[in-house]
C-alpha cells in the first residue's frame, strides 16, 4: 500500500502569513493527489483534487501544487478560519490513504 | 444534495464485533464510479480508512485491519454497512463514511456524514 507522509506535523503562523505544507508518497502517484481541512469536531473538507484543482467554493488563497511523490498546500494569507489541520490523501490506488496530518496553530 | 449519516452503537465492549450502518440520500451506490468509503479517527489522531466499496460491489480493505473488516452495500436501502471483529479499546474513534465519486479522472471524497463516536471499553 502507497504510504503518506506530511511534514511538518504542527505549526504556528500568524494571519497574514503565508504557509506551505508538505506530503510525500512512498512511490510515484502522479498527480492523484487531494488535500482536506479539518476544524476541531467536524468532518474533513475537501479542499483540492488532482494536486492542484480547486474544490468548488474553496477561497482562491489555498493552492496544490506537484507531481510524481513531492506534493505542497499552500495557503498564500492566513485567515482565522484556516486554523485547522490539513491531510493529505493519495488517489492513485483503488484504496485511498491518508498522511499524518498538518496542524496550523494561531502563533 | 448529497447526504450521510452513520449509526450504530457508542459504547461496546472488548472481543464484540461493531456493525455501523451509513445510510446516504442525494446519490445511488448503482452509478458508475460511485463509492462510499468508512474512515475513522481516533481521538487527537490522523485520520485512518478502513475500507471502500464502489458501484460495481469491487471491496478494498486496510491491509492492516483486512482480517477483521467486511463492507456490504443494499443498493435498494441507500445504505452501506461497516463489520469489524473482535474490537479493541484501542479501537476507539470516531467513525465517518464519506461518498467517493470521480472528478474527471481523480477520485475523491467529497461528501462527509458527521460521524460517530464508539467507545471501546468494559
Known amino acids: 500500500d502507497i504510504q503518506m507522509t506530511q511534514s511538518p506535523s504542527s505549526l504556528s503562523a500568524s494571519v497574514g502569513d503565508r504557509v506551505t505544507i508538505t506530503c510525500r508518497a512512498s512511490?510515484?502517484?502522479?498527480?492523484?493527489l487531494n488535500w482536506y481541512q479539518q476544524k476541531a469536531g467536524k468532518a474533513p473538507k475537501l479542499l483540492i483534487y488532482?494536486?492542484?484543482r480547486l474544490q468548488s467554493g474553496v477561497p482562491s488563497r489555498f493552492s496544490g501544487s506537484g507531481s510524481g511523490t513531492d506534493f505542497t498546500l499552500t495557503i498564500s494569507s492566513l485567515q482565522p478560519e484556516d486554523f485547522a489541520t490539513y491531510y493529505c490523501?493519495?488517489?492513485?490506488?483503488?484504496?485511498?490513504?491518508f498522511g499524518g496530518g498538518t496542524k496550523v496553530e494561531i502563533k | 444534495q448529497i447526504t450521510l449519516k452513520e449509526s450504530g452503537p457508542t459504547l461496546v465492549k472488548p472481543t464484540q464485533t461493531l456493525t455501523l450502518t451509513c445510510t446516504f440520500s442525494?446519490?445511488?451506490?448503482?452509478?458508475?464510479?460511485?463509492?462510499v468509503g468508512w474512515i475513522r479517527q481516533p481521538p487527537g489522531k490522523a485520520l485512518e480508512c478502513l475500507a471502500l466499496?464502489?458501484?460495481?460491489?469491487?471491496?478494498r480493505y486496510s491491509p492492516s485491519l483486512k482480517s477483521r473488516l467486511t463492507i456490504t452495500k443494499d443498493t435498494s436501502k441507500n445504505q452501506v454497512v461497516l463489520t469489524m471483529t473482535n474490537m479493541d479499546p484501542v479501537d476507539t474513534a470516531t467513525y465517518y463514511c464519506?461518498?467517493?465519486?470521480?472528478?474527471?479522472?481523480?477520485?475523491?471524497?467529497?461528501?462527509w456524514g458527521q460521524g460517530t463516536l464508539v467507545t471501546v471499553s468494559s
Open positions: 464519506a461518498h467517493s465519486s470521480y472528478s474527471g479522472s481523480f477520485r475523491n471524497f467529497d461528501y
Open positions: 442525494g446519490f445511488s451506490l448503482s452509478t458508475s464510479g460511485v463509492g
Open positions: 512511490q510515484s502517484i502522479s498527480g492523484y
Open positions: 488532482a494536486a492542484s
Open positions: 490523501q493519495q488517489s492513485y490506488s483503488a484504496f485511498l490513504t
Open positions: 466499496i464502489y458501484w460495481d460491489d469491487d471491496k
